[in-house]
């Protein structure tokens, strides 16, 4: 059954089929698709930074989570019953020359699993983006649909696992599976970024990982994962710095491990690191 997108009003199926016109779809029709990892790594070759969104937005790589994401976008959360839901791997989004990166661990099941776009449509999200608007890296405060002309400057955001894990617990054999579309991504990133915040742990410990795999001297004993932490790290494209932040999951933000003022001050460090200006978007 065909619903309403809450934004368009044009009618999807749920999970989308690529190229049938959901807002800021990257793939067509035609894309070419990942079935297993070794399709993955081929795939993932790219240098073409919209053609990698398109391809990871089909990836079929992994048949736990493909399996999760469309179970979950048939049966819908009651409180969504009435949307269609995307169903889809969620590719990196953001300005694509940017000079700070956002790095997660995955998109949620009922948020970016429903709204095709990274941290959009949860409440982690919505922690998230009122950040970013209020130090100046967004146009506006909230991200619930795509299609509704949030921008960011001279930020992106990156997933390690870009499909919605059952329990957001990916296994260390799908982490893997799905490397290499984070692994190319930062490394077209890492051409203009200077900064990355990763949230979380587990976003800190695939980041690192990635730096390493792309020729990144990672200090031994490798640096611990921790709130406001920074480490800069040297790559074959120039240093970098790397900080942590706690996830702005209902858990941290709930019981007060994580504050607004808390989170605003990592991405405000991180806009300085990035040389980016202190004055907010209009």
Same mark, same amino acid.
């Given at each position: 059954?065909?619903?309403?997108?809450?934004?368009?009003?044009?009618?999807?199926?749920? %999970?989308?089929?690529?190229?049938?016109?959901?807002?800021?779809?990257?793939?067509? !029709?035609?894309? %070419?698709?990942?079935? +297993?990892? $070794?399709?993955?790594?081929?795939?993932?070759?790219?240098?073409?930074? !919209?053609?990698?969104?398109?391809?990871?937005?089909?990836?079929?790589?992994?048949?736990?989570?493909?399996?999760?994401?469309?179970?979950?976008?048939?049966?819908?959360?009651?409180?969504?019953? +009435?949307?269609?839901?995307?169903?889809?791997?969620?590719?990196?989004?953001?300005?694509?020359?940017?000079?700070?990166?956002?790095?997660?661990?995955?998109?949620?099941?009922?948020?970016?699993?429903?709204?095709?776009?990274?941290?959009?449509?949860?409440?982690?999200?919505?922690?998230?983006?009122?950040?970013?608007?209020?130090?100046?890296? $967004?146009?506006?405060?909230?991200?619930?649909?795509?299609?509704? +002309?949030?921008?960011?400057?001279? $930020?992106?955001?990156?997933?390690?696992? !870009?499909?919605?894990?059952?329990?957001?617990?990916?296994?260390?054999?799908?982490?893997?599976?799905?490397?290499?579309?984070?692994?190319?991504?930062?490394?077209?990133?890492?051409?203009?970024?200077?900064?990355?915040?990763?949230?979380?742990?587990?976003?800190?410990?695939?980041?690192?990982?990635?730096?390493?795999?792309?020729?990144?001297?990672? %200090?031994?004993?490798?640096?611990?994962?921790?709130?406001?932490?920074?480490?800069?790290?040297?790559? %074959?494209?120039?240093?970098?710095?790397?900080?942590?932040?706690?996830?702005?999951?209902?858990?941290?933000?709930?019981?007060?491990?994580?504050?607004?003022?808390?989170?605003?001050?990592?991405?405000? !460090?991180?806009?300085?690191? $990035?040389?980016?200006?202190?004055?907010?978007?209009?």
């Amino acid at each position: 059954m065909k619903l309403p997108h809450p934004l368009t009003g044009q009618l999807f199926e749920s %999970p989308v089929p690529p190229g049938t016109g959901w807002p800021e779809d990257p793939a067509v !029709r035609r894309t %070419p698709m990942a079935h +297993d990892p $070794a399709e993955v790594v081929q795939l993932a070759a790219t240098d073409d930074l !919209r053609e990698l969104e398109a391809r990871v937005s089909v990836c079929r790589a992994c048949p736990r989570l493909v399996e999760w994401r469309e179970d979950v976008a048939v049966g819908k959360r009651k409180s969504f019953a +009435d949307q269609p839901y995307w169903g889809r791997p969620i590719p990196g989004w953001g300005d694509p020359a940017p000079r700070i990166l956002i790095a997660g661990l995955a998109p949620a099941a009922n948020g970016g699993n429903r709204t095709g776009r990274v941290f959009t449509g949860d409440r982690s999200g919505d922690w998230l983006f009122a950040s970013l608007y209020r130090i100046g890296l $967004a146009n506006q405060p909230t991200s619930e649909h795509a299609g509704d +002309d949030l921008r960011l400057s001279g $930020a992106r955001m990156i997933a390690a696992v !870009r499909c919605a894990p059952p329990a957001n617990k990916p296994t260390p054999e799908e982490r893997d599976t799905c490397a290499p579309w984070f692994r190319r991504e930062l490394e077209l990133s890492l051409a203009t970024a200077r900064a990355i915040v990763c949230l979380g742990k587990f976003g800190y410990d695939a980041l690192l990982s990635g730096l390493a795999s792309l020729g990144a001297t990672i %200090p031994r004993p490798r640096p611990k994962f921790g709130h406001a932490v920074e480490h800069q790290i040297p790559t %074959p494209q120039g240093e970098i710095t790397v900080l942590g932040c706690f996830h702005p999951s209902q858990q941290n933000t709930f019981t007060g491990k994580l504050t607004e003022p808390m989170l605003d001050a990592v991405l405000t !460090r991180a806009k300085t690191l $990035a040389g980016l200006s202190t004055e907010p978007q209009e």
